[in-house]
């Protein structure tokens, strides 16, 4: 899928009380528009009025981290098994990471469902199905910091791809190679009915600068925070943020991203940027750090 300027092009018009951070180019070279809470890591918020490609715009909350992955001092740690059901905020405490997200799609006793792998440790109690769909998109982490997308649904207990220490898993894979999964493919009955509404999402993607990779939680189920379909996180991913190749994680009231040194949002505690639903931060199964 090869984009035109026109659909790349900033949005220029204001509307009081409404701040939407400027749309970074492709083109420019590492490091990308936002806050650089550390060497290789930049935070950007888009809130109120954001233009989504293919519907408009709409009122959202969306928060990216762009990470370097070039960055030789930055590790990517997924959840150890015996580090499940605690909150996204207070595995990164445990692992000492500047951000974090959700992963794993999970059952009620928080086990993942597809392969999961957090520092070396491959998870043994992993499944396939929800009640709908199969959870086999997985993104694995090599020691260099390589970003490796892949079919797992062969290795469900692993082994993941040589040299690779860290896996997380969701579904369905929204970006191909540059190419965005289509509307009929989200609408199969092996996939989640939720990616047809607006909802909170989360998602990782690679950038076409085949350098960084994107961390993407988007708010909703709240006053101003509409949430996204999948097509439409698909799109937004692929035409606003650049990225390549993007897989969905776990969404709802488990999307969560944490980043260590930043104020909360709104009377939440330190460092939880996202809203978070009414009952609070959830224990979920995993995490990425």
Same mark, same amino acid.
Do not use: K
């Given at each position: 899928m090869v984009e035109s300027m026109g659909e790349r092009r900033t949005f220029a018009f204001l509307i009081a009380a409404i701040f939407v951070v400027g749309m970074p180019s492709s083109a420019r070279a590492w490091p990308h528009e936002g806050r650089e809470i550390h060497p290789g890591i930049?935070?950007?918020?888009?809130?109120?009025? /954001? +233009?989504?490609? %293919? =519907?408009?715009?709409?009122?959202?909350?969306?928060?990216?981290?762009?990470? *370097?992955?070039? #960055?030789? !001092?930055? !590790? @990517?740690? &997924?959840?150890?098994? *015996?580090?499940? #059901?605690?909150? /996204?905020?207070? @595995? &990164?405490?445990?692992?000492?990471? =500047? &951000?974090?997200?959700n992963a794993n799609f999970f059952d009620r006793e928080r086990a993942s469902c597809g392969l999961m792998q957090g520092q070396g440790q491959t998870w043994t109690d992993?499944?396939? $199905?929800? +009640?709908? %769909?199969?959870?086999?998109?997985?993104?694995?982490?090599? =020691? !260099? #910091?390589?970003?490796? @997308?892949? *079919?797992?649904?062969?290795?469900?207990?692993? +082994?993941?791809?040589?040299? /690779?220490? *860290? /896996?997380?898993?969701?579904?369905?894979?929204?970006?191909? &190679? %540059? =190419?965005?999964?289509?509307?009929?493919e989200l609408r199969r009955r092996d996939y989640a009915p939720n990616l047809r509404n607006p909802n909170p999402r989360t998602a990782i993607c690679r950038h076409e600068d085949e350098r960084t990779v994107v961390l993407a939680v988007v708010e909703g189920r709240a006053p101003g925070r509409r949430g996204m379909t999948g097509l439409e996180l698909a799109r937004f991913l692929r035409r606003t943020v650049g990225c390549i190749d993007a897989v969905a994680l776990d969404g709802g009231g488990s999307s969560t991203l944490f980043v260590d040194g930043l104020p909360g949002l709104g009377d939440q505690d330190a460092g939880m940027v996202s809203?978070?639903?009414?009952?609070? !931060?959830?224990?979920?199964?995993? $995490?990425l750090g």
């Open positions: 930049i935070y950007r918020s888009m809130t109120g009025l /954001v +233009p989504l490609p %293919g =519907t408009g715009p709409t009122w959202q909350g969306v928060h990216l981290l762009y990470v *370097d992955s070039w #960055n030789g !001092e930055i !590790e @990517f740690l &997924a959840t150890r098994p *015996d580090q499940r #059901n605690i909150t /996204v905020s207070e @595995f &990164a405490r445990r692992v000492g990471a =500047t &951000a974090a997200i992993t499944y396939h $199905h929800l +009640p709908y %769909g199969r959870c086999s998109d997985s993104i694995g982490f090599d =020691t !260099e #910091n390589g970003i490796h @997308f892949f *079919d797992s649904y062969d290795q469900l207990q692993g +082994p993941a791809p040589d040299g /690779v220490t *860290d /896996v997380v898993t969701g579904m369905p894979r929204l970006i191909t &190679a %540059g =190419t965005i999964t289509s509307l009929a809203r978070l639903p009414p009952r609070g !931060e959830r224990g979920i199964c995993c $995490h």
